[in-house]
């Protein structure tokens, strides 16, 4: 079964300052592959970065870029030079490329960007 | 450009009152997902299609139902909506591509009340 974990419930960056939103996760697939999302309060699911399984590399996306440590089953999310319009929730999740392709979210992570 | 489209943006529906939430898409993915989202909480899976097969999550009540036409379109059916099924309703679809896993697209959602 694959599980997505949040531990951050709510987390405060200032303006302009680096942040970084934990995930870790749980599959014994051996072909997945990591999303993140943001949410803003309209509601729209906005997708962020992605990481697979078998990518040697960190993905990087613009001012996001993703801490992927296999071995620890983390992908943490790294945003960099904090924006207001930042704030908003944010959703890691995870897709199996074996079974049914389901799509799994962990809880978010809030994120507050004061100036 | 709208890739996956959601009708309605809002619903208010009645206690009791059967609903049905259209979804879609013009990207021709074979996979598409309904999500029930409640607020402040992470999307949860109800069902996904993987082309034409179905698959319902072990603990989506028997009140949702989904059909699936054809590629395009992916239908959400409240056959008898509770106080309890207001949230936002949220369509995906991704593409599977081998060994690759492609990021899910999402409408911009449906938010249902029940009065």
């Known amino acids: 079964a694959q599980k997505i974990t949040q531990t951050q419930p709510g987390m405060f960056v200032q303006e302009k300052e680096a942040v970084t939103l934990d995930c870790t996760y749980d599959?014994?697939?051996?072909?997945?592959?990591l999303f993140w999302y943001k949410q803003p309060s309209s509601g729209e699911m906005i997708f962020l970065i992605y990481?697979?399984?078998?990518?040697?590399q960190n993905a990087t996306e613009g001012r996001y870029s993703l801490n992927f440590q296999k071995a620890r089953k983390s992908a943490n999310l790294v945003i960099s030079a904090s924006q207001l319009g930042d704030s908003a929730m944010y959703f890691c999740?995870?897709?199996?490329?074996?079974?049914?392709?389901?799509?799994?979210f962990g809880t978010g992570t809030r994120l507050l960007v004061s100036p | 450009d709208a890739m996956v489209i959601q009708n309605p943006r809002y619903q208010v529906t009645q206690f009791g009152k059967p609903v049905t939430l259209s979804c879609s898409q013009t990207?021709?993915?074979?996979?598409m997902y309904w999500y029930q989202q409640k607020s402040s909480q992470a999307p949860k899976l109800l069902f996904h299609?993987?082309?034409?097969?179905?698959?319902n999550e072990a603990d989506t009540p028997d009140n949702f139902q989904s059909r699936r036409p054809n590629t395009s379109f992916c239908f959400l059916d409240i056959r008898s909506p509770g106080l309890g099924d207001a949230a936002m309703y949220l369509c995906?679809?991704?593409?599977?591509?081998?060994?690759?896993?492609?990021?899910?697209?999402f409408g911009q959602g449906t938010r249902l009340t029940v009065v």
């Open positions: 995906a679809t991704s593409s599977r591509t081998g060994v690759l896993n492609t990021e899910a697209f």
């Open positions: 599959t014994s697939d051996p072909s997945y592959g």
């Open positions: 990481q697979g399984s078998y990518d040697q």
């Open positions: 999740a995870m897709r199996s490329n074996t079974g049914f392709q389901k799509l799994v």
């Open positions: 990207l021709n993915h074979n996979v």
């Open positions: 299609y993987y082309d034409k097969d179905f698959n």
